[in-house]
């Protein structure tokens, strides 16, 4: 049986409840459960213990953030939590510091991380339509992808020495919503690039 810890990173808005996140969770829990996964949950707008979350972090064979984009980045309260779990870990319990030694003070940064071996994967609520991104003639994103735009998180836990599974991504949700054909992308997205434990 494999581990997955799945991250609700969702921060509540008056205009937004989180409704659609809390949903994208639960059906993740469902497709993972189904597989033979273990689940543990983490909110990152509720209390939460760092020891116990970089407990969790060992843990996991996977780790899912589930997350809107706010401001082109997740929600304030999701970094945050980057801040107090990962800080607490450079003791080698999600990092060995930055990996270089003081021998060679220009080498191999970044290097230090200690989870290899596991996975994660971001799912994103975003307010952009798709045919925002990978298009030059797009005026904001400049021909750049998701990944591009993730960019941040991706290095944060290849810092960790994790491995990153492709984005999926909810596209329009506010002004376009296609709620049921995400849901199906979703499962497929899951299927695709997470398979059952033998």
């Known amino acids: 049986m494999q581990n997955a810890l799945i991250i609700n990173a969702h921060h509540p808005y008056p205009f937004s409840e989180g ?4 949903e994208l969770v639960k059906r993740i829990e ?5 597989k033979g996964f273990e689940i543990e949950h983490t909110a990152t ?5 760092i020891e116990k979350e970089l407990e969790k972090h060992r843990w996991a064979d996977l780790i899912i953030i589930q ?4 401001w082109f980045s997740v929600p304030w309260l999701m970094k945050k939590y980057m801040d107090d779990v ?8 999600v990092c060995n510091t930055d990996g270089r030694v003081s021998e060679k003070p220009k080498e191999n940064y970044g290097t230090g991380g200690t989870l290899n071996g596991r996975k994660y994967m971001l799912s994103m609520t975003f307010n952009a ?11 904001l994103m400049q021909g750049k992808s998701v990944e591009d735009l993730m960019l941040h998180m991706h290095v944060n836990y290849r810092f960790l020495a994790m491995e990153a599974l492709p984005t999926f991504v909810c596209y329009d949700v506010m002004k376009n919503p296609t709620i049921e054909e995400d849901f199906v992308r979703l499962e497929a997205h899951l299927d695709h690039h997470i398979p059952a434990n033998k």
């Open 19 to 22: 409704k659609l996140n809390a």
């Open 30 to 34: 469902k497709n993972l459960s189904a």
């Open 45 to 49: 707008s509720e209390d939460y213990d």
């Open 67 to 70: 997350a809107p984009l706010n």
């Open 86 to 93: 990962y800080t607490a870990g450079l003791d080698g319990t």
């Open 129 to 139: 339509p798709e045919e925002v991104f990978d298009n030059p003639s797009e005026y």
